[in-house]
């Protein structure tokens, strides 16, 4: 059984980094979630449409400009916010509207402020959803 995965926001750390290297560079969180036996890359999201339809057209998934519109389609177990810092505190926040998600990771840093990083933090533990934020 596999876990589904959306990434939110398909910048370099989303799918950039490693679009031009061999397969076996697992650069981001699109081909780690795509070639993890454990997971299933479901779909994407980026306002940018070309990100858009690189992702598309490299993984063979759809990808949607908005987090609401993806979640009208798919039900991602597993969220990969990789967007710009800025937007990570209102993506965290929606990714736990609706279906909750049972985990989150983010990329670092978690939030653009301190008093919005223990604002995540907490609305996660409050609804049960373990956030992990990704450190190299």
Do not use: K, W
């Amino acid at each position: 059984m596999t876990t589904g995965a959306a990434v939110i926001g398909l910048g370099a750390i989303g799918m950039g980094y490693d679009l031009a290297q061999p397969r076996t560079h697992v650069l981001t969180h699109a081909r780690a979630f795509a070639g993890h036996p454990a997971f299933e890359l479901l779909g994407a999201v980026d306002p940018d449409a070309q990100l858009r339809a690189v992702f598309t057209e490299t993984y063979g998934r759809p990808a949607f400009a908005t987090l609401d519109d993806l979640r009208a389609r798919l039900r991602p177990e597993v969220l990969a916010v990789a967007a710009p810092t800025e937007r990570h505190a209102t993506l965290v926040t929606q990714g736990l509207e609706g279906p909750r998600p049972r985990a989150i990771l983010c990329e670092n840093p978690l939030a653009a402020s301190a008093d919005d990083a223990e604002r995540l933090a907490a609305d996660c533990a409050a609804a049960g959803v373990p956030l992990f934020v990704n450190f190299v």
